[in-house]
């Protein structure tokens, strides 16, 4: 990635991640949370380091002078913005939900984490909804009887 200005780092200052998201993640919010840092992931060409498309470069390369391998300033890069965008990510998580993301090194590994944490949650809650639909009555009958 450049270090122009017109980079993500630089276009998306950590110190300003809480006037974009305005809340927390928790067990009540994902979906508002996702709705407000996805288009910030879209609009600072981040999405691919949480999505697995913008993959790690090579860690080392060999240098053309010496013939020996040596640390790829690409690499580095990614390793600075995957780094960058792990710090937005862990800044908006409310204490109960940073437990569950904790000593994950990389953006991509705590997206995972949180997306399978939150499915599980949201289908347990439509399940229990849908449970609790099929049981409801009106007097002495189903509401699937009393609607028909």
């Known amino acids: 990635m450049a270090s122009s200005s017109s980079s993500p780092l630089f276009a998306f200052p950590i110190g300003n991640i809480t006037n974009?998201?305005?809340?927390?993640?928790?067990?009540?919010?994902?979906?508002?949370?996702r709705d407000q840092f996805m288009p910030l992931l879209i609009c600072n060409d981040l999405l691919g380091y949480v999505d697995g498309s913008v993959l790690p470069p090579p860690r080392t390369i060999?240098?053309?002078e010496s013939q020996?391998?040596?640390?790829?300033?690409?690499y580095k890069d990614w390793?600075?913005?995957?780094?960058f965008l792990l710090s937005c990510l862990?800044?908006?998580?409310?204490?109960?939900?940073?437990?569950?993301?904790?000593?994950?090194?990389?953006?991509?590994?705590?997206?995972?984490?949180?997306?399978?944490?939150?499915?599980q949650q949201s289908q347990a809650r439509l399940d229990l909804l849908r449970d609790?639909?099929?049981?409801?009555?009106?007097?002495?009958s189903t509401a699937e009887q009393y609607l028909a």
């Open 90 to 119: 862990k800044a908006t998580l409310s204490p109960s939900t940073s437990a569950h993301v904790l000593g994950l090194q990389t953006s991509k590994a705590v997206w995972e984490t949180l997306e399978t944490l939150f499915q």
């Open 20 to 33: 974009h998201i305005s809340i927390k993640l928790d067990s009540e919010n994902d979906l508002i949370w």
């Open 79 to 83: 390793v600075k913005m995957d780094q």
């Open 68 to 74: 020996k391998e040596i640390l790829n300033p690409k």
């Open 132 to 140: 609790r639909l099929q049981n409801v009555k009106k007097g002495n």
């Open 62 to 64: 060999l240098d053309s």
